[in-house]
């Protein structure tokens, strides 16, 4: 079934939350959620600049354990993170896993859209952030670009977050300077790469040479894979792994 299939309109309810985020200032706003008739809640929110984002929100039965915000890479979209949101899920995470501005259901704003899209999606995680905040500690996961803002956002917001998994990220992404942040984060950081990618090349070990962190972990794999493609059972319960012990 189609999880972005939602029932009748008495499904819909509005939220109109208004997002603080540091020094006071509003980051955005919810603007609905739709019970999904699968297994996620559909979320739009948003941000400072006047992006609009949606999302897919997977709640965990009983109290959840924490939140984690996932970001795809270029190209891709939130579905792309599925089946590891279904995994943090039936582990008791709260998993959103949004269209980062310009790509997939979030084409609202002042930007371009498509492969113009803008490369710098902090506001977005902003946002996302909040919006997870009710659920516990937070953690990002990120993909490729994805990857890159998560980290470059994390070194700016350390007490957002508890610890970050980036899949295939890149030293310098478009301008996404990744590894400078390395030198800056102190959180929790595990990297995901396969010897044979050649879009993030030898970022993922230059990021994990210049992390600051006391706790950070380059897994390499054979392979030629890229950002999400790096998803399997294995990889899947070792980020589980690692965000629950992260995120206590």
């Not at 959620?33 to 997977?58: H, L």
């Not at 190209?75 to 998993?95: M, R, V, Y």
């Not at 006391?214 to 319960?237: F, R």
Request: with cysteine; charged share 20%.
């Amino acid at each position: 079934m189609n999880r972005r299939k939602f029932g009748g309109l008495g499904a819909a309810f509005l939220l109109f939350l208004t997002l603080a985020g540091c020094g006071g200032k509003e980051t955005g706003t919810v603007v609905t959620t739709e019970q999904a008739t699968g297994d996620a809640t559909s979320v739009r929110y948003s941000t400072r600049d006047k992006w609009v984002i949606s999302g897919d929100m997977y709640k965990p039965t009983g109290v959840p354990r924490g939140g984690v915000l996932l970001l795809h890479q270029r190209g891709g979209s939130g579905d792309d993170w599925h089946a590891l949101c279904i995994a943090l899920q039936q582990a008791g995470f709260t998993a959103l896993a949004i269209d980062q501005r310009g790509t997939g259901r979030s084409t609202q704003g002042p930007g371009q859209s498509g492969e113009y899209a803008p490369w710098d999606t902090s506001p977005d995680i902003e946002g996302g952030l909040y919006v997870l905040k009710e659920f516990g500690p937070t953690a990002i996961v990120g993909a490729s670009y994805g990857a890159n803002n998560a980290l470059i956002y994390g070194t700016a917001n350390p007490s957002q977050m508890k610890s970050l998994v980036l899949f295939s990220p890149g030293k310098d992404y478009h301008g996404l300077d990744a590894v400078s942040a390395a030198r800056k984060y102190t959180g929790a950081l595990l990297i995901f790469h396969q010897k044979g990618d050649k879009i993030a090349g030898d970022g993922p070990a230059e990021i994990d040479k210049a992390s600051a962190s006391k706790e950070h972990l380059l897994q390499i794999s054979d392979g030629t894979g890229h950002g999400t493609a790096l998803l399997n059972t294995g990889v899947t319960q070792q980020t589980i792994d690692f965000l629950a012990k992260t995120m206590k």
